[in-house]
């Protein structure tokens, strides 16, 4: 309060010496035209009054320094004016080479030290804090523009897409920003930009949006996108505008809603090779989460599910062979030694030989390790779509394709989905080493929705390194429980820090969560007032809030979310969701006028045949009547020809007989 009173103060002494050099200042203009004896003096009245005004902003400016540096540019600048403005015959004219020599070296002083003090950490330090006051913690204009609008993403343009680094500016300006960005929300009139080499990370819980706003991710994928959910919705929403861009596949071993697999992907494909068939071991055995105990069986299963599938792909067998050995190892014991004796690589036989000759319980444990991650053998619909077919990821990438993978929440059919989205990263990350700079152009997009449930992939991992080869990675989560359930804590600890861009939306009731979330906004400053028994403010003073609260992160309104930027305070934005654009209202559109103008068509079928069956009715009653009427001029005309006596009619004699005579008759013979 004491320091509102001061700042007040010293506003008013401010405004009077204005007030008092206004008039100074007018008084020195106007004497300036009068008599040769007065006019002389008034540059001295000019400089009372800028003397007045530099004093009383010198006042009114915080701290020292700022206050001599105020003083010394006025001293300087009225030197300036004396020499090359004001008469020479004006009594102390020489004054204003001790104003340079004076203030100059002040100034100077002055303006060195400011420039040190603004330098550092502390100057920085300093200029965080004032702007986080002026912002209220929030992200500004500037900073929004700075960091994530379209001129931030066009900077990067050549770095992330590498085909725009040999032409013209002006080309690179035409260039689509969606080429090698996309638009995650809108803060005010500013979108919040993402460029293809960002990981970005949304958490929210069910009907949230985060569903809707993936959509839009897919839809503005420059290249190829692999999609995975636990619905349909993400095909509903993009199918229609993706279709124009590429070819749609669907990897749907779980059967769900009923669509087919339109791709197949059968997990011993290129097992034949020792590397291939370690990594496909690992991608259908995930980590456990963290758990030590569990981590060291899934590294012995590992071990053991790479020998058998090495095996089976050696022998060109399936993997029903494989889930027999695990089930048997006893009686595969000679099958498989026999098989992996082909390999170049003597390791993989004694893998198996250990874990095929091993004690009992300890080959249980490895037995019930694998087990799971057969699960999907149990299921028709998904070793139908895991029987038989490669998949091409070169190709995939070259048609722009979409492949959308469904998976159940059960999570028996997850290490197969797990098994083809890392084969196809794995692939593209080859790939992408052999592009210009070492990235995909254009980038791949992965698309995770509910991706701890249906695709257990090495996330941890991938958030750091695939960026930068643009495979570009938008992972939809529920919450961080789920995150360390499926990653342990140490993975959602990294997931977390490698996204570049975390939004969160509103329905988290976890507090841990929402503490966290709370954090990341950082703090502000906020005024406490302090009133009297009477209600009357008697003093003000401030303390640390966050900038969001807990309260408010849970209670955000629908399709909007809190987003944290690397290199930006934290903003609140709406989110677009996927249903509301134009591109999807246009694409459903064009599908219903298709629709109508099928029913359309087919109808138009129906009336053509009535129309042709009526027209064949009608012609052959017109065909009937102009044949009656030619055979009635035909027999007129013959008639005509007859001579008279052959034209006669001839009679016909008839006999009456009437009926109650004869019935009389036989009455009257009945009656004798």
Known sequence: MAHERGWGCGLMRTFKAVLVAVVLIFVGVALSGWHVKVAVVWPWFVVAGVAAAVFGLA???????????????????????FVGWVPEETPGYGVWLWGLFVGGPVLLFTVVLGLRGRGGSRGLIGRWSRRARRNDGVASRWQIFRVASKSAMRRKAKTVKPSLRHVSWWQRRRTPVTEYATRLARVGGQGIWSPVEDVTLRMGGPRTGKTGELAGRILDAPGAVIATSTRTDLIDLTAGVRRGRGPLYVFNPSGLAGLESTISFDPLTGCASP???????????????????????????????????????????????????????????????????????????????????????????????????LGWLTDPAATAAATGGSFEVAELLESHATVYMLGAEEGHTAPLVAALTAHIAREARRIAAQCPGGRLDPALTLVLDEAALICPIPLHNWTADMGGRNVTIHIGAQSRAQLRQRWGDTGAAAIMTNSATVMILGGSRDPDDLGAYSMLTADRDEQVDTEDADGKVTGRSLRKVPVLSPGQISQLPAMHAVIIRRGMPAAVGRLQMAWKRRDVKAAARAERYAVLAERWIERWGEWATRADAAADRIEAWFTARAAARRDKRRAARANAAMPVWERAEQVVRAEVIRLDTIRDAERGEGER
């Open 59 to 81: 006042e009114l400016v915080r701290g020292n320094l700022a206050r001599f540096a105020t003083v010394s540019a006025g001293v300087v600048g009225l030197s300036v004016w």
């Open 275 to 373: 590397v291939m068939a370690t990594y496909r071991a690992g991608d259908l055995l995930p980590t456990g989460g963290g758990d030590a105990e569990r981590d060291h069986w899934v590294s012995l299963a590992r071990q053991a599910l790479a020998a058998l599938m090495h095996a089976a792909a050696l022998g060109e067998l399936s993997m029903r062979e494989v889930q027999s050995w695990v089930a048997d190892p006893e009686g595969a014991t000679d099958e498989v030694l026999r098989l992996l004796r082909r390999s170049s690589e003597p390791a993989f036989a004694q893998a198996a030989q250990q874990f095929l000759t091993t004690n009992e319980r300890t080959r249980s444990s490895i037995t019930t390790t694998i087990m799971p991650a």
